[in-house]
């Protein structure tokens, strides 16, 4: 297994083995989990993590919670408003090994044409070569947001006291990449 300096190259996202996800509560008994199912980005880094980069672009339309209603009020403009801002970017601003096996990553998260920085600690997973050739890469992270700070302010009162959703999100990330030839 490499470590997070011996990693070299650039590196595509594996859709098909990558996951952003959250978590929120809902009516601030239960949570609620969902996924997008369409993501794309790439990573490229020096030895040592010189110059190291990440793009990755999430389709707000590809939001699944399992509840098809639910899916298309976070669609509509109460939330992401996917015919206007189709888009979910990050873009890093820096990249860094904060110990052995931790990359800290900081960067711009863009939802609904508002842009803030938010860091994320990755914990490194390894590098393998899978059955097909390809050296792979992984990565498990999250942060907490608070969605109000994205333009995502709908909400309603509860009569018991409280809101339905709360500001508070967790987005959690489990990636997967390969090493471009």
């Known amino acids: 297994m490499s470590t997070l300096n011996e990693l070299n190259g650039t590196y595509t996202l594996d859709p098909s083995h990558t996951s952003v996800g959250f978590t929120t509560r809902h009516a601030m008994v239960t949570k609620v989990r969902g ?9 490229t880094t020096g030895p040592n993590l010189e110059g190291a ?4 672009d999430i389709k707000a339309a590809s939001i699944d919670t399992r509840s098809g209603d639910r899916d298309g009020h976070l669609k509509s403009a109460d939330f992401f408003d996917v015919e206007t801002y189709p888009s979910i970017t990050f873009r890093s601003t ?11 990553v900081t960067g711009d998260l863009t939802i609904k ?13 390894g590098a393998a070569k899978d059955p097909f050739g390809n ?3 992984g990565f498990e992270g999250s942060v907490v947001v ?3 700070d994205f333009g995502l302010t709908w909400n309603a009162a509860l009569e018991t006291g409280g809101v339905l959703v709360s500001e508070k999100v967790t987005l959690e990330f489990e990636v997967s990449a390969i090493k471009n030839a």
């Open 35 to 43: 996924t997008f199912n369409e993501v794309e980005g790439q990573a």
């Open 53 to 56: 980069s990440i793009v990755v």
């Open 94 to 104: 820096e990249v860094v090994a904060a110990d052995a096996d931790t990359l800290r």
């Open 113 to 125: 044409d508002v842009t803030r920085p938010v860091t994320i600690d990755f914990d490194y997973a």
């Open 135 to 137: 050296e792979r890469i």
């Open 146 to 148: 608070n969605r109000k």
